[in-house]
């Protein structure tokens, strides 16, 4: 549809299921009570992510 090509819901659709992902990864909630922990916990939470969609993407070579 154009309205998605226009507004970038593709993308924004993206973003969700990356944030989604993060969510389950922690049970939806932080453990850490101050700004600067919750902070550091969210950044090893997006690593963690990360290096799973590292290790599940599949190797694909060209086929001539």
Known sequence: ???QKRHGYG???LVETAISRIKRIN???L??????????EIAIHIK???????IARPLSERVR
């Open 11 to 13: 993308r924004r659709s």
């Open 48 to 54: 963690i992510a990360n290096r799973n969609m590292i």
């Open 31 to 40: 453990k850490s009570r101050t700004f600067g922990p919750q902070q550091n």
């Open 1 to 3: 549809m154009a309205w």
């Open 27 to 29: 049970d939806g909630r």
